[in-house]
């Protein structure tokens, strides 16, 4: 066992999913020398998206989860480092009881990840404030708007139910940087919102995500960012949702077609190589592996039918003109 503390990552799954989501991933992560937390956030779990199909629960998402999940981050960080300050003995105990090695975590090197949902939670944890306004009017639905098509607006706008004194900062200082794919934010955040956002972040979007549209919840969001450690990486004919470890998760849901893409196994290779790379140069430090975030390099694993393309600097005029 390392006598240095860990880097740690957290890992925040989408709605319908769990903790066993991203334990690929996580794997991955941990044997480079990463400690990884898997949340498990019921209010938007399988368990709560089966209820709802089955007729036992009477709304997707209670309001209360876009609080209740990022405080649930902060707790856990709150934890772990209580966990750090406990005395020898006692930390000795607690690793024998349950077979763990002794650990201690950085809470000054802490990252996150989030798919969807769970990528609101990395962006709120982050940084990005709320913006009433910029929500009301989003959630106006103007029929000539392109927000018309973005069917994530419609759980987004759920918050306008929270009381205004909701709508204050959730940003956790010790999250250091953000790995967020297919996230949602833009209704709840807006430009003033997500400018507000200052540590690195890698957004991944899919070209053909039929819930969370790449052009208006990650392309978009990704010009407003402000700074100059932002990272986009749009998976060409990626969709939604990348397979589960467990296939029956989704099995029982019924997804409409569309939501799950091709290549799943593929897409997790993506996720594996570029969010290594960037906990990497932004949370354990080592500079060395800042090649690995350049478009030459995801050039070269970029495979059919799943092409990438990998962004640093693009415009809003930009992103809008290369979707039409």
Request: with cysteine.
């Amino acid at each position: 066992p390392s006598s240095q503390p860990v880097p740690v990552v957290v890992i925040s799954h989408g709605l319908g999913a769990d903790r066993t989501s991203f334990v690929d991933l996580a794997k991955h992560l941990a044997s480079h020398g990463f400690g990884v937390l898997l949340l498990n956030n019921l209010g938007i779990s399988s368990q709560q998206l089966q209820s709802l199909l089955r007729g036992n629960a009477s709304e997707v998402v209670n309001p209360e989860e876009f609080l209740h999940i990022p405080q649930d981050v902060s707790f856990l960080l709150d934890e772990l480092e209580r966990f750090n300050q406990v005395n020898s003995d006692e930390l000795e105990r607690f690793n024998q009881v349950n077979s763990a090695e002794s650990v201690r975590f950085n809470l000054q090197q802490v990252g996150m990840i989030g798919h969807s949902f769970g990528g609101y939670t990395a962006l709120a944890l982050a940084g990005a404030e709320f913006d009433l306004e910029q929500l009301q009017t989003a959630c106006a639905f103007d029929t000539n708007g392109p927000d018309l098509v973005n069917f994530s607006l419609l759980l987004q706008c759920t918050a306008l139910r929270l009381e205004d004194s909701a709508f204050r900062s959730l940003r956790d200082e010790r999250i250091q940087a953000v790995f967020t794919m297919n996230a949602i934010g833009s209704g709840l955040f807006g430009p003033k919102g997500f400018r507000q956002m200052q540590v690195p972040a890698l957004l991944v979007a899919g070209s053909d995500d039929p819930l969370a549209p790449a052009l208006l919840e990650q392309i978009r969001p990704f010009a407003w960012l402000e700074g100059n450690d932002k990272y986009l990486m749009v998976i060409q004919g990626g969709t939604h949702i990348y397979g589960a470890l467990d296939a029956s998760t989704y099995d029982t849901l019924a997804l409409p077609e569309g939501l799950e893409g091709p290549a799943p196994l593929l897409a997790r290779q993506y996720f594996k190589a570029s969010s290594l790379a960037f906990m990497q140069t932004y949370i354990a430090r080592h500079d060395e592996y800042r090649p690995y975030l350049s478009a030459s390099y995801i050039q070269t694993i970029s495979r059919p039918p799943l092409e990438l393309s990998f962004i640093r600097t693009l415009s809003l005029a930009d992103s809008i003109r290369d979707q039409n």
